[in-house]
């Protein structure tokens, strides 16, 4: 079941937390990746760590016009791209009043504009081959909303609506387009919370425990997987229940 081989997955935000899981189990599914960030030593290490039909691309997201040089390098590289999963993301918190336009635009530019770059580049493509998977990492405040995250909450539920959208134009050349909504998941920035704080968040998940990455990347690959096929325009919350939508 999900198997993946010889697919062409980009995988952006790959050097990190849940990038990194996502990367390890599209391999092990048998997927040919194609990673992307900015973080050139992250990348260069997860290659290692993960060994054949493996390449990495740095490229910053926030400069929308480095997008079309990256996908044209994935495409001589592999020759394709099957999967596009639009992960990385970024915050830059603040209150509604206090929120700057450089605040706002570099989420907005990083979170949407370049998830919507990269799938317009990639769509053609997998239309004529009639198959793509369209993945995109929202989060749950993208539906629930969060005082001092406007931009960031802004930018998930743009991408869930933009998936429709898509999802919606391209159903029929066999290309789904879906988004993944996780809440919150165990990284280095939750292990620091204090421990009241942990548990006032634990209080409010019926499973009582934070996600894990390998939770979200589990659902990318059954996304990416030809079992989901009949599955396009969604968007699957992984928050242990703490939000039931
Ligand atoms: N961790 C959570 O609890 C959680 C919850 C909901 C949604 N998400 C979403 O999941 C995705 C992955 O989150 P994560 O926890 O792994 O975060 P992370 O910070 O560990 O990873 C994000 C990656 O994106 C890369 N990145 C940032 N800006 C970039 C740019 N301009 N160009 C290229 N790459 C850039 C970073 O270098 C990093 O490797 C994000 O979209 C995030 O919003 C995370």
Known sequence: MFRLDEKVALITGAAGGIGRKIAHTLHEQG???ALTDLNEEGLKAL??????????FVANLGDTDAIKTL???VEEKFGKID?????AG???????????DEKW??????NLTAGFKLARAVVR??????????IGMASVVGVMGNAGQANYSASKAGMIAMNKCLAQEVGSRGVTVNSIAPGFIR???????????KAALLAKIPEGKLGEAQDIANAVAFLASDEAQYITGQTIHVNGGMAMI
């Open 31 to 33: 997927a040919y990746l």
């Open 47 to 56: 290659k290692a760590e993960l060994g054949d039909n493996v390449e990495y």
């Open 71 to 73: 996908v044209d390098a």
């Open 83 to 87: 999967i596009l999963v639009n992960n």
């Open 90 to 100: 970024v915050t830059k918190d603040d209150l509604f009043i206090r929120m700057s």
């Open 105 to 110: 635009q570099f989420v907005l530019d990083v």
């Open 125 to 134: 493509g997998m239309m004529k081959r009639r198959y793509g998977r369209i």
């Open 187 to 197: 990284t280095p920035m939750t292990d620091v919370l204090p421990d009241d704080v």
